[in-house]
Nanobody, 120 residues
């Protein structure tokens, strides 16, 4: 019905940059807030950043000034530009979206995630 597919993860050195992408597809009528979450090994999932349909953003304190979330409504996509990366940014990053479809309104959907490893 609805799929969210992330891409762009990989291995990066400390201080480096990565850009994550997430594209939504399916019988979508409207996408409200989109966001990125991450889960490090042995830790609970945490919010990284969110962006509303009119591009208002929020960030976790740990990524403020380093990460930037953006979206392309026409392409039903959300992006996460990650700069000045640190080893503690290592995690599986998943995107999330609050969506109306032709059969159901106001439901959260999740992607399967993409692994980001920050290591020298």
């Amino acid at each position: 019905q609805v799929q969210l597919v992330e891409s762009g993860g990989g291995l990066v050195q400390p201080g480096g940059s990565l850009r994550l992408s997430c594209a939504a597809s399916g019988s979508i009528l409207r996408i409200y807030t989109m966001g990125w979450y991450r889960q490090a090994p042995g830790k609970q999932r945490e919010l990284v950043a969110t962006i509303t349909s009119d591009s208002r953003t929020t960030y976790a304190d740990s990524v403020k000034g380093r990460f930037t979330i953006s979206r392309d409504n026409a392409k039903k996509s959300v992006f996460l530009q990650m700069n000045s990366m640190k080893p503690e940014d290592t995690a599986v990053y998943s995107c999330n979206a609050y969506i109306d479809t032709i059969v159901e309104a106001h439901k959260y959907y999740w992607g399967k995630g993409t692994l980001v490893t920050v290591s020298s």
